[in-house]
């Protein structure tokens, strides 16, 4: 069963078409992966699913219903947990959950237990006291993820939800979004880390300019790839590297340098090692390693944008 | 309900922010303080009258009018009148001159002759006007015994009051507000105004905040919202208003009259005004551009509407343009209630309020239409 649908969706500002004539479904209890670069059309997407705006083309169903024609029902089965971090500092994290929760309708003992219940989900129940302003910014991101989990909505959106936070915080916000997927709710998770979404999201969708480029799981869409070959080389220092001569060799699809390492995405049927490796040596950059990697979603939403997942 | 929830969340997020509850208590109270005792004397309608010394010699024969003299001074004693004889071959009109006495008073049969010192003009003519008094009564009572003798106990006993000589009269018998009575209405009404500042953070600071990301995904309604915040801004602004009356009345003993329920109904109006006001510029004039015209626009209310010195009778188009605003129409409503006990002097100011109120939140609904979000 589809827990969402979208057909043919369009969004104007003026004649800037932020989502072009966007379809795709999320099937139920899936953690749906939504990719883009800055400006793609992924936040304008979620805030028309999320009733925050409106389509200027299109339709979207939640469990079968139009949320313009039943923005009310859409609304209380959905919770989103913003990009930026929407909780009232001056109000402690049980009563932001609780004031949220009842938003949603929640009333009496119903809203206590299920306040106490989703700050205990993202662990903050012995913290429920507190106020945010004495939060770390992980304890922040999960009380954003709490305040918008206490209804027990049938589909969570998620933003972002581990941005500029610690190792610790986002493996425990990952390992929440799991749990919150075993207990029945489907997700559609945001993210800038390509580890993270290749990690926990069971199906992605590629979004770039408004449009879908590619939707499947991760095996899929690396598939798409398997006509074109990674190699990373490790160099002493990338410095010297004429990353436009190396582009400028047959086959050579894109290229990236970080410190010490040369990322070569290039046609597989082309051979042309010996090329790059001769441009290398050429620039002085004292070749260390040279290994092919198995294509990953880096690779295949560079291949599919032309441009890095962070640009 | 969720215009409680969200009424209730503003009204307990103001009243824990201690610092600024406690700011917005203490301005009106140190301006009350400050102009009511600065501006004391501009209010005053009364006029101190110093000690009154009568210096008299009595030469008076009668038995009959040396007995009523002495009963005339014993109701001047009475009234803190010091009464002294003057010693054989003193110099009376010296006695004045010198200022040792305020008046000289010479007492025959044939009548008093009176003295009095130019140089404290208010204690001389009241002493003047209480032996014109005398004298009068006495005349009538000499007549009195010539013509028929039988009237005359009744007529001297019903002079025995000593207020039959000094009665109180004032020009205006209306009530007046001293300084810090004025100031302590004037401030106030002129801080409810002032609470159109908070009611323009209301939505803009859920934006700044980021929380109107969530206040707009859940099902509530923009209506909703809207109620929610006009209720508990409103109640936060009312209950500081209520500490700075019930301070000013307590502390500084302002006169707010008998007449308190409907005091509070004007003042609770004038909040309304304020936060729809505040939050239809808000809506409207984004970011620090609604506070910049709302600075402006209180600024003249607050000098227009008599907060820092009453304005007098006006006429025309001055006083039509004066009438226009709020704070004008509050403190007019409010003297007429607190001074005259004028209940339905109220009436006009709450009904204002409450229109005024209403055409800035229809004001607020339209621009928020034409909104997406929040």
């Known amino acids: 069963m589809n827990v969402l649908e979208i057909r043919n969706l369009t969004k ?47 339709e979207i169903d939640l469990l079968g219903r139009s949320i313009s024609a039943n923005a009310r029902f859409a609304k209380s089965n959905i919770g989103i947990v913003p990009q930026d971090i929407a909780i009232y500092e001056d109000m402690t994290a049980y009563e932001n959950v609780r004031f949220f929760a009842g938003l949603y309708g929640l009333r009496g003992e119903t809203l206590k237990e299920r306040t106490a219940e989703a700050l205990e989900f993202v662990g903050l129940g012995d913290k429920h006291k507190s106020y945010p302003k004495n939060f770390s910014g992980g304890m922040k991101r999960r009380l954003n993820i709490a305040c918008a989990i206490a209804h027990r909505p049938k589909l969570i959106i998620m933003d972002e939800p581990t941005v500029g936070i610690d190792p610790q915080s986002r493996n425990y916000i990952l390992n929440s979004v799991k749990k919150l997927n ?43 790839i398997t006509d074109t070959k990674e190699i990373w080389i490790g160099v002493r220092s990338a410095e010297p ?71 | 309900m969720n215009v409680l929830n969200i009424a209730w969340k503003e009204i307990k997020t103001g009243l824990r922010d201690t610092k600024t509850f406690l700011l917005m208590l203490a301005f009106p109270i140190v301006l009350i303080l400050i102009l009511g005792t600065a501006l004391s004397g501009a209010f005053s309608t009364s006029v101190k009258v110093g000690d009154m010394k009568l210096l008299y010699r009595s030469e008076v024969t009668s038995p009959q009018l040396a007995e009523y003299w002495n009963g005339f001074l014993k109701a001047a004693e009475s009234q803190g009148i010091r009464a002294v004889a003057a010693e054989a071959g003193a110099d009376g009109r010296k006695a004045v001159r010198d200022n040792r006495y305020t008046a000289y008073a010479e ?21 003047q006007g209480m032996l014109t008094v005398f004298a009068d009564r006495y005349n009538l009572v000499a007549a009195a015994v010539k013509e028929n003798p039988a009237a005359v106990p009744g007529i001297v006993a019903a002079w025995t009051d000593a207020g039959d000589y000094v009665r109180e009269a004032s020009v205006d018998p209306k009530r007046q507000p001293g300084s810090i009575d004025y100031y302590a209405m004037a401030m106030t009404t002129m801080f409810a105004l002032y609470a159109a500042f908070s009611a323009t953070y209301l939505i803009q600071g859920e934006h700044a905040r980021k929380t109107a990301i969530r206040l707009s995904a859940a099902p509530v309604s923009r209506a909703e919202v809207f109620a929610g915040k006009i209720v508990g801004c409103t109640f936060y602004n009312f ?32 909040v309304l005004l304020a936060i729809s006001l505040g939050l239809a510029l808000g809506y409207l004039l984004k970011g620090e551009g609604s ?55 109220a009436l006009p100011a709450i009904g204002l309020n409450a229109a005024v109120a209403a055409a800035f939140l229809i004001l607020a609904v339209i621009a928020m239409r034409k909104r997406e979000a929040l």
């Not at chain 1, 709710?185 to 199906?203: A, F, K, Q």
Request: charged fraction near 20%; include cysteine; charge should be negative.
């Open chain 1, 241 to 311: 590297v004429q990353v436009e001569a190396l582009k400028a060799i047959p086959g050579v699809l894109s290229v990236r340098v970080e410190e010490q390492t040369v990322m070569v995405s290039s046609k597989a049927e082309v051979g042309n090692l010996n090329r790059i490796i001769q441009q290398l040596i050429k620039d002085q950059a004292e070749i260390r390693s040279v290994e092919e990697q198995a294509p990953n979603l880096e690779a295949v939403f560079l291949t599919l944008t032309g441009r890095n997942l962070r640009d």
């Open chain 1, 182 to 224: 075993e207990m029945g709710s489907t997700i559609i998770y945001t993210s800038h880390y390509m580890e993270e979404v290749e990690e926990i999201c069971t199906r992605i969708a590629i979004v770039d300019h408004g449009k879908i480029i590619a939707d499947g799981t991760k095996e899929q869409l690396k598939s798409i």
């Open chain 2, 291 to 345: 506070r910049s015209v709302l600075m402006i626009f209180l600024q003249i209310a607050s000098f227009a509407g008599g907060a820092y010195f009453p304005f007098g009778e006006t006429e025309g188009v001055i006083h039509l343009l004066l009438n226009l605003n709020p704070l004008m129409w509050a403190n007019t409503a409010l003297m007429k209630v607190i001074y005259e006990n004028d209940a339905l002097a």
């Open chain 1, 12 to 58: 104007k500002f003026g004649d800037f078409a932020a989502v072009d004539n966007m379809t795709l479904s999320v099937r139920e209890g899936e953690i749906f992966g939504f990719l883009g670069a800055n400006g793609a059309g992924k936040s304008t997407t979620i805030n028309m699913i999320a009733s925050l705006l409106r389509s200027t083309k299109g």
């Open chain 2, 107 to 127: 007492l025959g049969d044939n009548g008093i002759r009176f003295y009095g010192s130019s140089k404290v003009s208010i204690e001389t003519n009241i002493l």
């Open chain 2, 239 to 270: 209950l500081i208003l209520l500490a700075v009356v019930l301070f000013s009345k307590l502390a500084f003993d302002a006169d707010w009259g008998s007449r308190f329920g409907i005091v509070l109904a004007v003042l609770a109006t004038e």
